[in-house]
């Protein structure tokens, strides 16, 4: 679960450190107060983007840190064991948004992708937004929620993957089919261009050491020439020389025995000075002992050399390319020349993928069935509770014409709102309010079929008041028996269901705005509960009715 959040320079937060609870957790506050951003700042530890715009006025960057208690959650240990990130049974996710819009996410102190903390928290948080009725209205959602509530949807990304892979298999072997009438001509060309090139054996470095040898060659007796004269004046000449003229000036400083820094530093200079020079002429003297006029060689390297480059030319690359270009047409003539054998293998493998398919999408299509009749019932149950007593909900399974990466069907949610009518899509017969409480009621069920631990509901309410908010309430505080929940409402029915209230409230000064969220006590929970009952005007009536409510509860 979810113990800890902390939150700096993020939106209008310039400093909130909250320790969360078990249950159900409500949080309020007035409109524009900035309740959302609790959760925003989840998200963005969930692997949300980040954006520049997110970061405090006036920061460099904001942060937010979420530790969780991980030490019930078999999964989330083992992923984070998988990934190296393990630490005993917390995990600490950090993320950190500069103001120019760049971000850096860490798990237990590591760096990690944006997509490692997408994959973590799919174990930690669940997060069901203000407008999840909006995604009612379209079908590859049911298909989702479907699958979530039959807890099948690892089957299901098995049965995508065996598709995928089946397909692209399978496009593969029409490919080679298709290719068998040029089949024998290519491998007659690549052949002879192999044949050609294994002739021509370019061994690696050796075009860069041709090269060299024939600028020496071609150089030779220029590079002798001056090679020498660089010789004799550093220490082979008769006449003065370097080194002699070093030793000159060193046997003169040496007369002069006085003991002054400024000579004993030159005569040491010097002395390097004539080491090098002595160095200089050695390594000269063994490299021109090595060079040589020979023109057949020089010929020969030349002859070398044109073969190499009109080969090059001839295949339009160049020249040091060439052994990774033979390399190429072996490994395409030796495909080419095993190709009856990768056929049948290849055939096969599609085969064998397309029956894996049919067996994986096949035991999909049991495990919707079976949950899709539990669904139907589950949901009109919580329908009838939430005031819509003549409401029938269906979910659908339409068999499909040919296999797809979802499965062998396609799932579409129908209701009727009136007996005696037909059930139809929601979109085309669910009225704002209706769907509203539709996607209430399914994720109430989803929800109780979840593994994850914590359970965010934001605003899910909208909409719905009276009897009905209280039904809703009580729903949540159900839910916060198996998992910890968090609430966003503007309902006084569903604050008053909650263990624990937070409270956002927002300050303004000349400069800056500050919100801040705070956690009520119980004298503090009837002032807020009776603020969301009257409006601004709170009355005695108002805080009577808001201590009832609270104590019928608790």
Known sequence: MLAQLSIRNFAIVEALDLDLKAGMTVVSGETGAGKSIMLDALGLTMGDRAEAGSVRLGAERAEIIASFDISQLTEAREWLTSQDLDSDNECIIRRVITKEGRSRSYINGQACPLNALKQLGEHLIAIHGQHEHQRLLKKEHHRELLDQFSQSTAQAKKVAQLFNEWNAQKKQLNTLLNQSAEHHAKVQLLSYQVEELDQINLQTDELAELELEQKELSQAGEILHNGHH??????????????????????????????????????????????????????????????????????????????????????????????????????????????????????????????????????????????????????????????????????????????????????????????????????????????????????????????????????????????????????????????????????????????????????????????????????????????????IDVTQRSIDHAREMLGTVH
């Open 230 to 535: 660089s010789l004799n004046l550093m220490t082979d000449g008769d006449g003065d020389h370097c080194e002699q003229l070093l030793n000159q000036a060193l046997h003169s400083l040496a007369n002069l025995n006085n003991g002054a820094p400024a000579i004993n530093q030159t005569i040491e200079l010097l002395q390097s000075a004539q080491i090098q020079i002595q160095e200089a002429g050695n390594e000269l003297r063994h490299y021109l002992d090595r060079v040589e006029m020979n023109p057949s060689r020089l010929q020969a390297v030349e002859d070398r050399l044109s073969v190499l480059f009109e080969l090059a030319r001839k295949h339009r690359i160049t020249p040091e390319e060439i052994p990774v270009f033979h390399q190429a047409l072996q490994t395409e003539l030796d495909e080419l020349n095993h190709s009856d054998e990768a056929l049948e293998a290849l055939s096969q493998h599609v085969e064998q993928l397309q029956q894996d398919y049919t067996q994986a999408a096949a035991k999909l299509t049991l495990l919707r069935q079976k949950a899709a009749k539990k669904l139907n019932k589950l949901v009109d149950e919580q329908l009838h509770l939430l005031g819509m007593s003549s409401a029938a909900f269906i979910a659908t399974l339409h068999p499909v014409d040919k296999p797809q990466a979802t499965g062998a069907e396609d799932v579409e949610f129908l209701i009727t709102t009136n007996k005696g009518q037909p059930p139809r899509p929601l979109a085309k017969i669910a009225s704002g309010g209706e769907l509203s409480r539709i996607s209430l009621a399914i994720q109430v069920i989803t929800a109780q079929c979840s593994t994850t631990p914590t359970l965010i509901f934001d605003e899910v309410d909208v909409g719905i008041g009276g009897a009905i908010a209280e039904v809703v309430g009580r729903l949540l505080r159900q839910l916060g028996q198996q998992a910890q929940i968090l609430c966003v409402t503007h309902q006084p029915q569903v604050a008053s269901q909650g263990h624990q209230h937070l409270f956002v409230s927002k300050r303004s000064d000349r400069a800056s705005t500050h919100t801040r969220i705070n956690e009520l006590a119980k004298d503090e929970r009837v002032q807020e509960v009776a603020r969301m009952l009257g409006g």
